[in-house]
């Protein structure tokens, strides 16, 4: 497994989630690395990314609430989620691509889903 999610559940409004995705080493140190996620009945949409130089970059409906980060010991990306809304209830996807230009959109690798349910 390339990528692997992990950290979603069940959490009240206002509270805080962290997801990890473990990468291979080979994708940690040489790709984009991000998360998507994808609400009941909508289209899968990107929430952030990160570099292996520590570039990001947030989708306008989190920024300010999420915080990417990567901890190189461990080959895992983080995704700190804070002040969460009932709007951020998804199935959040890992990701990777070799290319910023290309990770927003298509990126090549998936983590499986993780399930984030924000309740009112």
């Known amino acids: 497994v390339q990528l692997q999610a992990s950290g979603g559940g069940l959490v009240q409004a206002g509270g805080s989630l962290r997801l990890s995705c473990a990468a291979s080493a080979r994708i940690f140190s040489s790709y984009v690395m991000g998360w998507f996620r994808q609400a009941p009945g909508k289209e899968r949409e990107f929430v952030a990314a990160?570099?292996?130089?520590?570039?990001?970059d947030y989708a306008d409906s989190v920024k300010g609430r999420f915080t990417i980060s990567r901890d190189s010991a461990k080959n895992t990306v983080y995704l700190q989620m804070n002040s969460l809304k009932p709007e951020d209830t998804s199935v959040y996807y890992c990701?990777?691509?070799?290319?910023?230009?290309?990770?927003?959109?298509?990126?090549?690798?998936w983590g499986q889903g993780t399930l984030v349910t924000v309740s009112s």
């Open positions: 990160l570099t292996w130089r520590g570039t990001t």
């Open positions: 990701a990777a691509d070799p290319r910023w230009v290309t990770f927003t959109t298509a990126p090549r690798k």
